[in-house]
T-cell receptor, first 112, second 113 residues
Framework: GENVEQHPSTLSVQEGDSAVIKCTYSDSASNYFPWYKQELGKRPQLIIDIRSNVGEKKDQRIAVTLNKTAKHFSLHITETQPEDSAVYFCAASSPTGNQFYFGTGTSLTVIP | NAGVTQTPKFQVLKTGQSMTLQCAQDMNHEYMSWYRQDPGMGLRLIHYSVGAGITDQGEVPNGYNVSRSTTEDFPLRLLLAAPSQTSVYFC????????????FGQGTRLTVV
């Protein structure tokens, strides 16, 4: 099956700085890559996603880039704010779309 | 819409006991799944269903059973609880067609002693 690796496991940034989280995947047939944010004690919620026919997608302060050749994708958060502090998970779908394979998560702390 | 509802929120079991985690969704989603979340290991798929009457195994299915008799409900059963099943469990649902957002329930924190 798919193997998704996520780095770093923890990340601390000063408020206003940028944060970058990177993921790699193993199955070149994977075609959908969502990112989820999980606040402490809460459920994961989708923040952005990208499909394999797109190289970059942006939504306000959040962007995701995908490099299919290298099989890696990254989450970029600009102008970080304390409310961005959470655990972020990347995921890759199986080619059928029936299974999501999640990374191990990145705990982001934004220091005021 | 309530979205995805899980019950209970917390549960303590003794080794060898059995229980069912309930999951219901009111979005008419075809696809439902169960994940377990352990520290440092992310979310791992236990079982999933692409529609009523159809279930399949995920990455970590051992020790768990599921059934899908209706579109709305997807219960997860632990037949003989073991301490290794101590975890936070999340149910999720999404539309089957295409790759779409997964909506998660609020989670069940299970402790097996």
């Amino acid at each position: 099956g798919e193997n998704v690796e996520q780095h770093p496991s923890t990340l601390s940034v000063q408020e206003g700085d940028s944060a970058v989280i990177k993921c790699t995947y193993s199955d070149s047939a994977s075609n959908y890559f969502p990112w989820y944010k999980q606040e402490l004690g809460k459920r994961p919620q989708l923040i952005i996603d990208i499909r394999s026919n797109v190289g970059e997608k942006k939504d306000q302060r959040i962007a995701v880039t995908l490099n299919k050749t290298a099989k890696h994708f990254s989450l970029h958060i600009t102008e970080t704010q304390p409310e961005d502090s959470a655990v972020y998970f990347c995921a890759a779908s199986s080619p059928t779309g029936n299974q999501f394979y999640f990374g191990t998560g990145t705990s982001l702390t934004v220091i005021p | 819409n309530a979205g995805v509802t899980q019950t209970p929120k917390f549960q303590v079991l003794k080794t060898g006991q059995s229980m069912t985690l309930q999951c219901a969704q009111d979005m008419n989603h075809e696809y439902m799944s169960w994940y377990r979340q352990d520290p440092g290991m992310g979310l791992r798929l236990i079982h999933y269903s692409v529609g009523a009457g159809i279930t399949d195994q995920g990455e970590v299915p051992n020790g768990y059973n599921v059934s899908r008799s209706t579109t709305e409900d997807f219960p997860l059963r632990l037949l003989l609880a073991a301490p290794s099943q101590t975890s936070v469990y999340f149910c999720a649902s999404r539309k089957r067609t295409g790759n779409t957002e997964a909506f998660f329930g609020q989670g069940t924190r299970l402790t097996v002693v």
